[in-house]
């Protein structure tokens, strides 16, 4: 395949970050790379495959030519540049939330939803980091036993909140090691020896925005307009990977053998189950990898439609980076990348 030209817009954040990484590891091939942000971090330089690259501002005439616009920036940005890389001619893979419920755009997880890709008109949006996660464990057991209705109590890193939050909880951490109490500036609570049920601002209805996006994304990658689905989401004081608790009812009767084949099957899954022996996922283990990692899978007894997991990713790669460059290899064609990236 020909080299592309590549640019990132919020090249300078975690996720760019993550982005450049991930896409050295697949052996994207990259062939012009534009990196991008604000006036704020522009004319720095980034190293990258051996080559310097000075960070520009993320004006118009950035986009021109590109093949591919990576967007790692808040919504409202994403809401005036995204229009613009699309009008010259680029494909926007959109991290943000500015488009994932827009009914003419693609939310895409490619092994839960590739074929959404094919509807695209310039724009594929991916989805919030912990529903990535969950809609990859839950494909599998949708197509085996169909879904009635899903539960998700997430508990969810620092840096979900990008490098502020990660700077929060270890400013905090120092000063409690110091014998001080700190006071929260970022959070609403302070975070460090804490965990806070709360991530965006709540809604007349007591859910959160990021509860809110769970249940929409959710519903809209497994293509279940209808399935009832909760959410409680919870900030936790660990800097990558998020972990939910899942809890499924089926259409048909599930065994919890039955869920461990199905869901060592599925794409993009690393079983990590075998509690009798301590074998199970934690936020540790997860980050650096690009597997959604699950365990802790259990039938409840007298509910024979039932089942729990814990379900485990680096928020960052496969909550971010990895799956919007996975989108873009799907949606440009790119071969030979799926066995790329990631700790082993």
């Not at 996720?15 to 720095?44: H, K, M, N, Q, Y």
């Not at 030519?65 to 995204?82: E, I, P, Q």
């Not at 494909?91 to 939310?107: F, G, Q, T």
Request: aromatic share 6%.
């Amino acid at each position: 395949m020909r080299p592309l030209t590549v640019a990132i817009a919020g090249a300078t954040g975690l996720v760019g970050g993550t982005i450049l990484r991930v896409l050295r590891e697949r052996s994207f091939p990259v062939g012009d790379l534009r990196l991008l942000a604000t006036e704020r971090s522009a004319g720095s330089w980034i190293e990258w495959s051996g080559d310097r690259y000075r960070v520009q501002i993320a004006t118009p005439e950035a986009f021109a030519g590109a093949d591919v616009v990576f967007f790692a920036v808040g919504t409202g940005a994403s809401r005036v540049l995204v229009p613009l890389a699309v009008e010259r001619g680029a494909l926007a893979v959109d991290k943000s939330n500015a488009y994932r419920m827009d009914p003419a755009v693609p939310l895409v997880v490619p092994e839960v939803n590739a074929h959404a890709i094919a509807g695209h008109t310039g724009i594929i949006a991916s989805p919030n980091c912990t529903t990535i996660q969950c809609v990859v464990a839950l494909k599998p057991l949708a197509e085996a036993f169909g879904l009635a209705r899903v539960y998700f109590a997430s508990y969810q890193a620092v840096s979900g909140s990008g490098r502020s939050g990660m700077t929060e909880l270890e400013q905090q951490n120092q000063a409690l090691v110091r014998g001080e109490q700190p006071q929260p500036s970022f959070y609403p609570r302070r975070i460090a020896g804490n965990v806070i049920p709360q991530i965006d601002s709540f809604a007349e209805d007591g859910y959160t925005g990021e509860e809110q996006k769970m249940i929409a994304e959710t519903r809209k990658i497994l293509e279940l307009p209808d399935l009832p689905v909760a959410a409680t989401c919870v900030r936790v004081p660990v800097p990558v990977s998020h972990a939910v608790a899942v809890f499924v009812e089926t259409e048909r009767p599930v065994t919890r053998d039955d869920a461990r084949a199905c869901l060592a099957a599925g794409g993009g899954i690393r079983l990590v189950d075998d509690p009798a022996h301590g074998v199970y996922p934690t936020p540790q283990d997860a980050a650096g990898r690009d597997e959604v990692l699950v365990g802790r899978i259990r039938a409840v007894p007298g509910m024979p439609r039932t089942l729990e997991m814990w379900v485990v990713a680096d928020n960052l790669r496969k909550g971010a980076a990895t799956n919007a460059v996975q989108i873009a290899e799907c949606a440009l064609g790119v071969e030979g990348a799926a066995s790329g990236g990631g700790r082993a």
